[in-house]
């Protein structure tokens, strides 16, 4: 044991304990270097905005900043946007970034998703209203006939023609619904006359 403490204190031990922290922080430093060369540490580039640009325009802007991209899901068509243009970035504009960084885009659809009509007939205004609702189609205008059931749904049109349950419409579509009055009209009050 005494030959071990005599050894640490000994001159030969100290310039070899000295020579390998001087190896060790050069080695470190020199790691360090190399790690921020490569990295490029301290080397930002700010998002660009890329609200409402086409996705060529987009391509463009990004490649001019040295930054990729990758488009996520664009199910939700937003009406304030043109077409096939940028709705949202993920980072947002004007933050820093390394360069090369994948900025993610959503693409704002053609227009809205198509929902199916559902049935409708023989159910009343106000109930097929809120089926309608539950879809994402709307109820423009109610046209009465002369049908027994009032408030009864008779017939579905869109943009003017006759539409059937099962039929396919953008999601926000208006619709008119026709719908019975409670009154029996001309033509029924004389059939039901003659077969009496």
């Not at 970035?89 to 993610?104: E, F, L, M, S």
């Not at 809205?112 to 109930?127: A, E, L, S």
Request: with cysteine; charged share 25%.
């Amino acid at each position: 044991m005494r030959n071990f403490l005599k050894f640490l204190t000994s001159r030969e031990f100290l310039i070899q304990l000295g020579l390998a922290v001087v190896v060790c922080v050069l080695l470190v430093f020199a790691v360090l270097q190399w790690l921020k060369s490569t990295t490029h540490h301290g080397d930002f580039v700010r998002v660009p905005d890329l609200a409402k640009l086409s996705v060529t325009e987009m391509r463009e802007v990004l490649a001019a900043a040295d930054l990729r991209y990758e488009v996520v899901d664009s199910a939700n068509f937003n009406p304030d946007y043109p077409r096939f243009s940028i709705i949202e970035q993920n980072p947002p504009a004007g933050n820093k970034v390394k360069q090369n960084r994948k900025i993610y885009v959503t693409v704002n659809p053609s227009g809205y998703k198509k929902v199916t009509v559902p049935d409708i007939i023989q159910v009343t205004r106000r109930n097929a209203t809120s089926m309608l609702r539950a879809v994402g189609l709307e109820v423009d205008e109610v046209t009465y006939i002369d049908e027994l059931g009032k408030d009864m749904v008779y017939r579905i049109r869109y943009q003017g023609k006759y539409i059937n349950p099962g039929d396919k419409l953008p999601k926000t579509s208006k619709i008119e619904l026709v719908c019975g009055n409670g009154t029996v009209g001309d033509e029924a009050r004389i059939k039901a006359q003659s077969e009496e």
